[in-house]
């Protein structure tokens, strides 16, 4: 199914190292051999806790070819989280290396998951067989993918795509962009990151890499860049004609997908447009419509449209929607009906058909185009003995677009206790999801109905002076 065409070869710039063609499919078989040998069979899970190197690429092939579905794991989780992960999905092996610490997962033998260091399959490989015909283990419906969006230390969201799912994203993409500008392509994203999966010849981006990219380094010499995309977070038009302007090129296409979507699902690929802030295009391989309701029906209707240029809620139907949340029918039903899929985003399109983005609904928080689930945050602080009541949300940040500030109701609000949480979290919490800005607070408001809103504890707590944690910390 994957090698009814040639992949191209594949370069790491930092050290050099470069696989043709050939090495590529020698290298599957090798590690479908080895995957083989550990007893994965059709419909296992396996776990990687490694990316942005060449053998994460083989393993995909490898795993999926042995009948296996891929759970790309980021790294920089703590043993804690991982441990929560591989608790809510059982997979049968975790693939480690040199650099992911797999001591400190010592934790997943009592669950009957099988670690395997595979540095020295990276080493063994380099004596890997030539490329001969795989027999793919491999089933169109059968699960292949699984990147989770939150549920870190609660209850997992994992997103579970079909290898027919996948393929229909990638049919769409090729035939609403083709190929030609995409042949040598520079992979900056991780690979447990939706878009940092795509293996197609170009620049993928998020809009925080950009702030730091045109302070720090030169545009392209020779003028070599032919497309660049943008995506996971809002591209202002001031931006956008940056980074036109930066890599000598028009073709700087905002792009809109969700994880949930198998990846973009529309973009600008439309002649004669000028950047402007929430502009996004046409649909990729997808049906999507703005509609005056945000709850999904049973049947799904479709006749409360919006009109053209009047902003409501996005919806979409495409072929690459995902199987569903794994093991939340509940939560799945709540975004899925009749094949559409709420996407949690506010916006309109126009008379030209044009998307445009206006606002979301959605409660995650946006760090640099990495998504953080305040509700993670919520389980952590919560567990922690000297906590009445939690609330994690954003706040505006000058290079990540937003970070993480919480709102916490201590039994005991003095510096000993804040610390102390401090090091519960750092032990549970990977550090990309440590809150910046921390205020101690009598209680938290709650809306008519009694519930908490993090929109109002944003609010509440914007007109109060958060505590000074560098200052608590020291003093320890």
Same mark, same amino acid.
């Given at each position: +199914?994957f090698?009814d065409?040639?992949? &191209?070869c594949?370069i790491?710039?930092l050290?050099g190292r470069?696989?043709?063609s $050939? =090495?590529?499919?020698?290298?599957?078989?090798?590690?479908?051999q080895r995957?083989? !040998?550990e007893g994965? !069979?059709?419909?296992? !899970?396996?776990f990687?806790l490694?990316?942005?190197k060449?053998?994460f690429?083989v %393993?995909?092939?490898a795993?999926?070819?042995?009948?296996a579905?891929?759970?790309p794991?980021?790294s920089?989780?703590t043993?804690?989280?991982?441990?929560?992960?591989?608790?809510?999905? +059982?997979p049968?092996?975790?693939?480690? %290396?040199?650099?992911s610490?797999a001591a400190?997962l010592?934790?997943l033998?009592a669950?009957?998951v099988?670690?395997?260091?595979?540095?020295?399959?990276?080493?063994?490989?380099e004596?890997?067989?030539?490329a &001969?015909p795989i027999r793919s283990q491999a089933?169109m %419906?059968?699960?292949?993918?699984m990147?989770?969006?939150s549920?870190?230390t609660?209850?997992p969201?994992?997103?579970?795509?079909t290898? *027919?799912?996948l393929?229909?994203?990638?049919?769409a993409?090729q035939d609403?962009?083709?190929?030609a500008?995409?042949?040598?392509?520079l992979?900056?994203l991780?690979?447990?990151f939706?878009?940092?999966?795509i293996k197609?010849t170009?620049l993928s981006?998020v809009?925080?890499?950009?702030g730091?990219a045109l302070?720090a380094?030169?545009?392209?010499?020779a003028?070599s860049?032919?497309r660049?995309?943008?995506?996971?977070?809002?591209?202002?038009?001031?931006?956008?004609r940056?980074?036109?302007e930066w890599a000598g090129t028009? =073709? @700087?296409?905002?792009a809109?997908?969700?994880?949930?979507t198998?990846?973009?699902?529309?973009?600008?690929s439309v002649?004669?447009?000028e950047?402007?802030?929430?502009l996004?295009?046409?649909p990729?391989g997808a049906?999507?419509?703005?509609l005056?309701?945000a709850?999904p029906?049973?049947?799904?209707?479709?006749?409360?449209?919006?009109r053209?240029a =009047?902003?409501g809620?996005i919806w979409?139907n495409?072929?690459?929607l995902?199987?569903?949340?794994y !093991?939340q029918?509940e939560l799945?039903a709540?975004v899925?009906?009749?094949?559409w899929?709420?996407?949690?985003?506010?916006g309109l399109v126009?008379? *030209?058909g044009?998307l445009?983005?206006?606002?979301?609904?959605?409660?995650e928080?946006?760090k640099?185009?990495?998504?953080i689930?305040?509700?993670?945050i919520?389980?952590?602080?919560? $567990?922690f003995e000297?906590?009445?009541?939690v609330?994690?949300?954003?706040?505006?940040?000058?290079?990540?677009g937003?970070?993480?500030?919480?709102?916490?109701?201590?039994k %005991?609000?003095?510096?000993?206790?804040? $610390?102390?949480l401090?090091?519960w979290?750092?032990?549970?919490?990977?550090?990309f999801k440590m809150?910046?800005r921390?205020?101690?607070v009598?209680?938290?408001? *709650?809306n008519?109905?009694g519930?908490v809103? *993090?929109?109002? @504890?944003?609010?509440y707590?914007a =007109?109060k002076?958060p505590?000074n944690?560098?200052?608590?910390?020291?003093?320890e």
């Amino acid at each position: +199914m994957f090698f009814d065409v040639q992949p &191209g070869c594949l370069i790491e710039p930092l050290t050099g190292r470069t696989w043709s063609s $050939r =090495e590529i499919g020698g290298r599957v078989i090798a590690r479908m051999q080895r995957l083989q !040998r550990e007893g994965i !069979r059709h419909g296992d !899970r396996v776990f990687v806790l490694y990316g942005n190197k060449l053998e994460f690429f083989v %393993d995909v092939l490898a795993a999926w070819h042995s009948g296996a579905s891929l759970v790309p794991i980021d790294s920089r989780l703590t043993s804690f989280e991982i441990e929560n992960l591989a608790r809510a999905v +059982m997979p049968r092996l975790l693939l480690v %290396d040199s650099a992911s610490g797999a001591a400190a997962l010592s934790g997943l033998a009592a669950l009957d998951v099988k670690i395997i260091d595979t540095t020295a399959w990276d080493v063994a490989d380099e004596n890997h067989p030539s490329a &001969g015909p795989i027999r793919s283990q491999a089933h169109m %419906d059968a699960e292949a993918l699984m990147l989770f969006t939150s549920g870190s230390t609660g209850v997992p969201k994992g997103v579970v795509h079909t290898h *027919r799912s996948l393929r229909a994203r990638w049919m769409a993409l090729q035939d609403a962009l083709g190929v030609a500008a995409f042949r040598r392509t520079l992979c900056l994203l991780p690979t447990h990151f939706g878009h940092g999966l795509i293996k197609i010849t170009f620049l993928s981006s998020v809009p925080s890499m950009w702030g730091l990219a045109l302070k720090a380094s030169k545009p392209p010499a020779a003028k070599s860049l032919r497309r660049v995309h943008c995506g996971s977070a809002p591209l202002s038009g001031l931006l956008w004609r940056q980074i036109q302007e930066w890599a000598g090129t028009q =073709e @700087v296409f905002n792009a809109y997908g969700i994880t949930e979507t198998g990846s973009w699902v529309a973009g600008t690929s439309v002649r004669e447009f000028e950047p402007e802030d929430g502009l996004i295009g046409v649909p990729w391989g997808a049906v999507i419509k703005i509609l005056k309701s945000a709850e999904p029906h049973a049947p799904f209707d479709l006749d409360a449209p919006c009109r053209d240029a =009047e902003t409501g809620y996005i919806w979409i139907n495409t072929p690459a929607l995902m199987q569903g949340y794994y !093991r939340q029918p509940e939560l799945t039903a709540q975004v899925i009906s009749g094949g559409w899929f709420y996407t949690g985003d506010i916006g309109l399109v126009d008379d *030209r058909g044009w998307l445009y983005l206006k606002g979301r609904e959605r409660e995650e928080i946006n760090k640099g185009g990495t998504k953080i689930y305040p509700a993670d945050i919520d389980a952590v602080v919560e $567990r922690f003995e000297m906590t009445k009541e939690v609330c994690a949300f954003a706040v505006a940040d000058p290079l990540y677009g937003q970070n993480i500030a919480i709102a916490v109701v201590l039994k %005991d609000e003095n510096s000993a206790t804040i $610390r102390a949480l401090h090091d519960w979290m750092k032990r549970r919490l990977a550090e990309f999801k440590m809150p910046v800005r921390w205020y101690a607070v009598d209680s938290l408001p *709650r809306n008519s109905r009694g519930k908490v809103s *993090r929109k109002e @504890v944003e609010e509440y707590c914007a =007109e109060k002076i958060p505590l000074n944690l560098q200052s608590i910390l020291r003093a320890e």
